[in-house]
């Protein structure tokens, strides 16, 4: 009941018109709950940055609990839960965009060091289109990555079967409430995620899969994802959006390449010319991917996603030898290197300069060193030894 009561009022708060995700960021900051806010003076309230005199008229006068306890009660029916950025299970990487949304509706299960790579692209995906998707993301399930994508047609539930088909964790950010999953012919697609993984939302129950939702909704596929790969995309597809959104965000953007004659390849070749990194198979993504993650997954030898479908690995495949540990099997680069990580974080730049390596030198052995767990990096590479 306690739960109940507290998040009441961030629903409430969420409700209020003119707050928005960033303003909502800024009363919390000030006030420390949701509840506080609604307790504060208008003088005080308006004195905050982006909280006028209109604003907090309509914080004070808000009148609607019963709607919020009903959401509340909705959840419980529809076992859905909420999560707000206050709580662990809150997607960490989230929380580095400006406008994170102050509470998430998730059904399914979220983890704390869940490692998200975003799949998204066409539609109207072609043959070709689907097969590379289920193959990078039954190829990134497998090595323990999270595929996230948004339950569309086409190359987004591609991404989504690929995972399930790896026995792997997927995410499905909707641009709707829960209770409306879009498209219809998706609703098992969905219970299956929500089984081995989750789906989530900013919108009330109720919201309909309107068109201005999906761009909103796309800021989330990236937010909550360290790269975001865009397979196919006409020139002016929605997954450009992603991508742009991704690069404003400091995230990776990886592009697969098609046929130049091909209009839903003109947008992913685009990406590429403008600097997004061409994919041939899933190590392109993971030597990008798992230097940020922390958790490096061990990185077998893979064909590329341009082999024939009949070429796609079982999986027995035989795996390439495990990547150097601490103990053994480093080079001479990652030896002298790792002599200069403790267990307090180091910069690149400090590490050319102590090393008197060259920093492609440095940059090749931190990877090494990442890929074989040894180190990990944090937010502005700045790298550690792990203990």
């Not at 839960?81 to 965009?97: A, E, F, H, K």
């Not at 790896?166 to 012919?185: C, N």
């Not at 109720?206 to 800021?219: E, H, K, L």
């Not at 937010?379 to 792990?386: A, D, E, I, N, T």
Request: glycine residues 10%.
């Amino acid at each position: 009941m306690m739960k109940e009561k507290i998040l009441k009022y961030w629903i409430a708060l969420k409700a209020v018109e003119g707050v928005g995700c960033v303003g909502f960021r800024t009363l919390l900051a000030a006030f420390g709950s949701p509840e506080a806010v609604f307790r504060a003076s208008a003088l005080t309230l308006q004195c905050l940055p982006g909280i006028g005199p209109k604003t907090a008229d309509e914080i004070l006068t808000f009148s609607d609990w019963e709607k919020a306890e009903q959401e509340i009660a909705r959840t419980e029916t529809l076992g859905v839960s909420i999560v707000t950025c206050q709580d662990p299970l809150y997607p960490r990487n989230l929380l580095n965009i400006y406008d994170y949304p102050p509470f998430l509706y998730v059904k399914g299960s979220l983890r704390p060091e869940e490692i998200g790579v975003a799949i998204v692209g066409s539609r109207l995906a072609s043959t070709y289109g689907k097969y590379v998707t289920e193959k990078l993301s039954r190829e990134l399930a497998l090595k323990g990555i999270t595929v996230v994508s948004g339950l569309a047609r086409g190359i987004d539930s591609a991404a989504h079967r690929g995972a399930l088909a790896g026995k792997g964790r997927t995410i499905a950010v909707l641009g709707s409430g829960l209770d409306v999953v879009y498209p219809l012919e998706n609703e098992a697609l969905a219970a299956d995620i929500t089984a081995q993984g989750a789906l989530l939302t900013e919108y009330p129950f109720g919201t309909p899969p309107n068109a201005p939702n999906f761009p909103a909704r796309n800021r989330l596929i990236s937010g909550v994802s360290l790269g975001v790969v865009v397979v196919e995309a006409g020139e002016k597809s929605g997954s450009l959006i992603t991508a742009r959104i991704a690069s404003d965000q400091g995230r990776s953007v990886f592009a697969v390449p098609g046929a130049i004659e091909s209009a839903g390849s003109r947008g992913t070749n685009r990406l590429i010319k403008q600097g997004a990194k061409l994919i041939e198979n899933v190590e392109d993504i993971l030597e990008e991917i798992i230097p940020q993650a922390g958790l490096p997954p061990v990185v077998p030898e893979r064909p590329s996603l341009f082999s024939a479908p009949g070429a796609m690995p079982d999986d027995g495949e035989k795996e390439t030898a495990p990547f150097p540990t601490a103990g053994k099997g480093l080079g001479e680069t990652e030896t002298r290197l790792l002599s200069f990580i403790t267990q307090e974080p180091v910069g690149v730049d400090t590490l050319i300069a102590r090393s008197g390596l060259t920093a492609h030198e440095v940059q090749s052995g931190l990877l090494v060193l990442a890929l074989g767990g040894i180190i990990r990096q944090l937010p502005g590479k700045m790298f550690l030894r792990k203990e």
